[in-house]
């Protein structure tokens, strides 16, 4: 776990709006994906990627490309060099990119397809977020999947009336509520 308080590297006004990074847990993630039937298509973007475990879980999922935004640089860094060794240990052939930036910054790309959070920030970035989410899919309709574990600020995703509820699991003591966009 890295504490918010530990990133010296973050200059963003979000810092003291963040959650700590913590890990996610492997066996329950791909569990979530495959049980809540999230296709591996499109691009995986992880908000609040961290050390990038979840974007190497991803690309063992199937997905081709993921995408890791993190406001912390040095925890990108790391995060890349996780990429890089889980490619050269396996051969695996996917596509990635980390992004040192504010996930309010993000501007979602029209072939992102799945957003994983692991409670990364509070609801006020949340809905933020969920803003440049549903600009994005006025642009570029898709489905949308988002995977959002340990989702304290599920409300703020379901008051959007953007994302139906595709379900709650509950694996190996991790949480995970599914949404899709709605019109998908």
Not at 74 to 99: K, M
Not at 104 to 110: D, G, P, R
């Amino acid at each position: 776990m890295v504490e918010n308080a530990d990133l010296r590297d973050v200059t963003s006004a979000n810092l003291a709006r963040g959650i700590r990074y913590q890990p996610t847990r492997a066996r329950p993630f791909r569990r979530v994906l495959r049980v809540a039937g999230v296709p591996a298509r499109g691009t995986f973007v992880d908000l609040g990627c961290g050390k990038g475990r979840a974007c190497v879980l991803a690309a063992m999922h199937g997905f081709r490309r993921v995408v890791g935004i993190d406001y912390s640089s040095s925890l990108c860094a790391i995060a890349q060099a996780n990429l890089d060794a889980f490619r050269a240990r396996t051969g695996a052939q996917f596509e990635s990119s980390l992004h040192a930036i504010d996930v309010v910054n993000y501007a979602f790309a029209a072939d992102d397809s799945v957003v994983y959070l692991f409670n990364p920030f509070d609801d006020q970035v949340m809905g933020a977020v969920l803003e440049r989410l549903r600009e994005s899919l006025a642009q570029h309709p898709r489905p949308v999947w988002i995977v959002y574990h340990n989702p304290v600020w599920r409300g703020v995703i379901e008051e959007s009336g953007a994302f139906a509820h595709a379900g709650d699991w509950s694996y190996g003591g991790c949480d995970f509520a599914v949404y899709r966009n709605r019109g998908a």
